[in-house]
Protein backbone atom coordinates (compact mmCIF):
# COMPACT_ATOMS: atom_id res chain seq x y z
CA UNK A 1 0.00 0.00 0.00
CA UNK A 2 1.08 3.51 -1.16
CA UNK A 3 2.41 5.54 2.13
CA UNK A 4 3.90 8.68 3.23
CA UNK A 5 5.80 8.15 6.85
CA UNK A 6 6.78 11.45 9.10
CA UNK A 7 8.54 11.26 12.17
CA UNK A 8 8.49 12.18 14.71
CA UNK A 9 4.98 12.87 14.56
CA UNK A 10 5.51 15.71 17.19
CA UNK A 11 8.40 17.32 19.04
CA UNK A 12 9.50 20.32 20.86
CA UNK A 13 12.25 22.12 20.31
CA UNK A 14 14.40 24.86 21.80
CA UNK A 15 14.38 28.41 20.14
CA UNK A 16 18.46 28.33 18.02
CA UNK A 17 18.39 24.88 18.38
CA UNK A 18 18.74 22.15 15.21
CA UNK A 19 15.80 20.57 14.73
CA UNK A 20 15.63 17.80 11.50
CA UNK A 21 11.96 15.93 10.75
CA UNK A 22 12.23 12.97 8.52
CA UNK A 23 9.98 11.60 5.57
CA UNK A 24 10.29 8.26 4.23
CA UNK A 25 8.11 7.04 0.93
CA UNK A 26 7.47 3.58 -0.37
CA UNK A 27 5.04 4.53 -3.63
CA UNK A 28 8.29 4.63 -5.86
CA UNK A 29 7.83 8.41 -6.63
CA UNK A 30 10.05 10.61 -7.96
CA UNK A 31 8.91 13.93 -6.35
CA UNK A 32 8.87 14.74 -2.70
CA UNK A 33 7.74 18.00 -1.01
CA UNK A 34 7.47 19.34 2.23
CA UNK A 35 4.49 21.54 3.83
CA UNK A 36 3.71 23.96 6.38
CA UNK A 37 0.59 24.55 7.90
CA UNK A 38 -0.15 27.16 9.82
CA UNK A 39 -3.81 28.06 10.80
CA UNK A 40 -5.29 30.29 8.09
CA UNK A 41 -2.57 30.15 5.39
CA UNK A 42 -3.16 26.79 4.55
CA UNK A 43 -0.43 24.56 2.82
CA UNK A 44 2.73 26.91 2.03
CA UNK A 45 5.64 24.93 0.15
CA UNK A 46 8.94 24.97 1.45
CA UNK A 47 10.99 22.66 -0.40
CA UNK A 48 10.52 20.09 -2.94
CA UNK A 49 12.48 17.56 -4.59
CA UNK A 50 12.37 15.25 -8.36
CA UNK A 51 15.38 13.60 -8.23
CA UNK A 52 17.88 11.98 -5.14
CA UNK A 53 20.47 14.04 -4.08
CA UNK A 54 18.87 17.04 -5.07
CA UNK A 55 16.31 20.08 -3.78
CA UNK A 56 14.59 23.02 -4.96
CA UNK A 57 13.19 26.23 -3.14
CA UNK A 58 9.88 26.35 -3.02
CA UNK A 59 7.33 29.81 -1.96
CA UNK A 60 8.63 29.83 2.03
CA UNK A 61 12.69 28.34 2.00
CA UNK A 62 14.21 30.69 4.64
CA UNK A 63 15.00 29.24 7.15
CA UNK A 64 15.09 25.90 6.14
CA UNK A 65 17.19 23.30 4.40
CA UNK A 66 16.44 20.19 2.65
CA UNK A 67 18.23 16.85 2.01
CA UNK A 68 17.29 14.57 -0.54
CA UNK A 69 19.84 11.16 -0.16
CA UNK A 70 17.75 8.54 -1.72
CA UNK A 71 13.99 8.25 -3.94
CA UNK A 72 12.45 6.94 -0.59
CA UNK A 73 13.74 9.30 2.13
CA UNK A 74 13.34 13.42 2.12
CA UNK A 75 14.39 15.38 5.21
CA UNK A 76 13.88 18.75 6.66
CA UNK A 77 16.53 20.65 8.38
CA UNK A 78 16.02 24.00 10.94
CA UNK A 79 19.21 24.19 11.38
CA UNK A 80 18.55 27.63 14.29
CA UNK A 81 14.93 26.87 15.17
CA UNK A 82 12.92 30.04 15.85
CA UNK A 83 9.46 30.29 17.41
CA UNK A 84 7.78 31.62 14.16
CA UNK A 85 8.69 28.08 13.05
CA UNK A 86 5.81 26.51 15.24
CA UNK A 87 3.70 24.99 13.12
CA UNK A 88 2.75 21.98 11.33
CA UNK A 89 4.81 19.79 8.75
CA UNK A 90 3.08 17.56 6.01
CA UNK A 91 5.65 16.10 3.64
CA UNK A 92 4.07 14.66 0.23
CA UNK A 93 5.39 12.72 -2.57
CA UNK A 94 4.00 12.38 -6.12
CA UNK A 95 4.87 10.49 -9.28
CA UNK A 96 6.93 11.86 -12.62
CA UNK A 97 3.46 12.44 -14.88
CA UNK A 98 1.79 14.57 -12.26
CA UNK A 99 -1.36 12.48 -13.29
CA UNK A 100 -1.58 11.27 -9.52
CA UNK A 101 -1.87 13.74 -6.72
CA UNK A 102 0.35 14.42 -4.18
CA UNK A 103 -0.02 11.84 -1.04
CA UNK A 104 0.25 13.03 2.31
CA UNK A 105 2.17 12.09 5.07
CA UNK A 106 0.55 12.38 8.77
CA UNK A 107 2.42 15.29 9.68
CA UNK A 108 4.49 16.77 12.57
CA UNK A 109 3.61 19.12 14.82
CA UNK A 110 6.37 21.19 15.99
CA UNK A 111 6.90 23.75 19.02
CA UNK A 112 9.48 25.77 19.22
CA UNK A 113 9.77 27.41 23.09
CA UNK B 1 1.84 33.70 -10.56
CA UNK B 2 -0.43 30.72 -10.01
CA UNK B 3 -3.27 30.68 -7.10
CA UNK B 4 -6.16 29.69 -6.15
CA UNK B 5 -8.64 31.29 -3.73
CA UNK B 6 -11.16 29.88 -1.60
CA UNK B 7 -13.51 32.49 -0.17
CA UNK B 8 -15.04 30.75 3.16
CA UNK B 9 -12.76 30.52 5.85
CA UNK B 10 -15.47 28.53 7.58
CA UNK B 11 -19.14 27.07 6.58
CA UNK B 12 -21.32 25.87 9.03
CA UNK B 13 -24.14 23.47 7.98
CA UNK B 14 -27.10 20.82 9.45
CA UNK B 15 -27.29 17.41 8.18
CA UNK B 16 -29.14 16.54 4.94
CA UNK B 17 -28.22 20.60 3.89
CA UNK B 18 -26.99 21.22 0.27
CA UNK B 19 -22.76 22.20 0.43
CA UNK B 20 -20.70 24.77 -1.89
CA UNK B 21 -17.30 25.78 -1.00
CA UNK B 22 -16.77 28.32 -3.72
CA UNK B 23 -12.71 27.87 -5.33
CA UNK B 24 -11.57 30.15 -7.88
CA UNK B 25 -8.18 30.58 -9.29
CA UNK B 26 -5.42 32.40 -11.32
CA UNK B 27 -3.53 30.81 -14.13
CA UNK B 28 -3.08 31.01 -17.76
CA UNK B 29 -3.63 27.61 -19.65
CA UNK B 30 -5.60 24.53 -18.48
CA UNK B 31 -4.04 23.53 -14.56
CA UNK B 32 -5.11 20.75 -13.07
CA UNK B 33 -7.37 21.29 -10.12
CA UNK B 34 -7.81 19.07 -7.12
CA UNK B 35 -10.04 19.28 -3.93
CA UNK B 36 -8.63 17.48 -0.48
CA UNK B 37 -10.36 16.87 2.60
CA UNK B 38 -8.42 17.01 5.85
CA UNK B 39 -9.56 15.43 9.39
CA UNK B 40 -8.21 16.56 12.57
CA UNK B 41 -4.68 15.07 13.49
CA UNK B 42 -4.43 13.63 9.70
CA UNK B 43 -2.79 14.80 6.50
CA UNK B 44 -4.29 15.90 3.54
CA UNK B 45 -5.72 12.98 0.93
CA UNK B 46 -6.87 13.26 -2.20
CA UNK B 47 -10.41 13.45 -3.10
CA UNK B 48 -10.72 14.06 -7.06
CA UNK B 49 -9.12 16.16 -9.90
CA UNK B 50 -10.17 17.61 -13.15
CA UNK B 51 -8.00 18.90 -15.77
CA UNK B 52 -10.23 19.73 -18.88
CA UNK B 53 -12.67 22.03 -19.44
CA UNK B 54 -16.13 21.09 -18.10
CA UNK B 55 -14.54 18.31 -16.68
CA UNK B 56 -16.60 16.51 -13.49
CA UNK B 57 -14.61 15.30 -11.29
CA UNK B 58 -16.50 13.23 -8.34
CA UNK B 59 -15.53 11.15 -5.55
CA UNK B 60 -17.65 9.67 -1.54
CA UNK B 61 -20.44 12.23 -2.92
CA UNK B 62 -18.75 15.42 -3.20
CA UNK B 63 -18.42 17.03 -7.09
CA UNK B 64 -16.91 19.85 -8.94
CA UNK B 65 -16.67 20.85 -12.23
CA UNK B 66 -13.86 22.51 -14.03
CA UNK B 67 -14.91 26.01 -15.53
CA UNK B 68 -12.64 27.92 -17.34
CA UNK B 69 -15.38 30.77 -18.37
CA UNK B 70 -15.19 31.36 -14.45
CA UNK B 71 -12.08 30.29 -13.82
CA UNK B 72 -14.09 28.19 -10.72
CA UNK B 73 -14.06 24.65 -9.27
CA UNK B 74 -16.86 24.81 -6.83
CA UNK B 75 -16.91 21.57 -4.81
CA UNK B 76 -20.37 21.09 -4.34
CA UNK B 77 -22.32 17.80 -1.91
CA UNK B 78 -26.36 17.36 -1.90
CA UNK B 79 -26.86 16.01 1.67
CA UNK B 80 -24.15 16.40 4.28
CA UNK B 81 -23.60 14.58 7.02
CA UNK B 82 -22.05 15.33 10.09
CA UNK B 83 -18.82 12.68 9.25
CA UNK B 84 -18.18 15.56 6.33
CA UNK B 85 -16.86 18.00 9.21
CA UNK B 86 -13.40 18.53 8.03
CA UNK B 87 -10.96 21.16 6.33
CA UNK B 88 -11.19 21.20 2.55
CA UNK B 89 -8.60 22.22 0.20
CA UNK B 90 -8.60 23.92 -3.17
CA UNK B 91 -5.43 23.22 -5.31
CA UNK B 92 -4.14 23.66 -8.27
CA UNK B 93 -1.52 22.26 -10.09
CA UNK B 94 0.97 21.99 -13.52
CA UNK B 95 1.83 19.20 -14.70
CA UNK B 96 5.39 20.88 -16.01
CA UNK B 97 6.71 21.14 -12.82
CA UNK B 98 4.64 19.04 -10.67
CA UNK B 99 4.07 21.73 -8.30
CA UNK B 100 0.51 21.89 -6.48
CA UNK B 101 -0.42 26.17 -4.78
CA UNK B 102 -3.51 25.15 -2.38
CA UNK B 103 -5.86 27.54 -1.24
CA UNK B 104 -5.92 28.40 2.39
CA UNK B 105 -8.93 25.85 3.15
CA UNK B 106 -12.75 25.80 4.45
CA UNK B 107 -13.70 24.13 7.56
CA UNK B 108 -17.11 22.59 7.19
CA UNK B 109 -18.78 22.00 10.34
CA UNK B 110 -21.65 19.59 10.01
CA UNK B 111 -24.09 19.50 13.25
CA UNK B 112 -26.41 17.01 13.86
Known amino acids: EAAVTQSPRSKVAVTGGKVTLSCHQT?????MYWYRQDTGHGLRLIHY???????EKGDIPDGYKASRPSQENFSLILELASLSQTAVYFC????????????FGEGTRLSVL | GDSVTQTEGQVALSEEDFLTIHCNYS??????LFWYVQYPGEGPQFLFRASRDKEKGSSRGFEATYNKETTSFHLQKASVQESDSAVYYCALGRNNNNRIFFGDGTQLVVKP
Open chain 2, 27 to 32: ASGYPA
Open chain 1, 49 to 55: SYVADST
Open chain 1, 27 to 31: NNHDY
Open chain 1, 92 to 103: ASSDRTGNQAPL
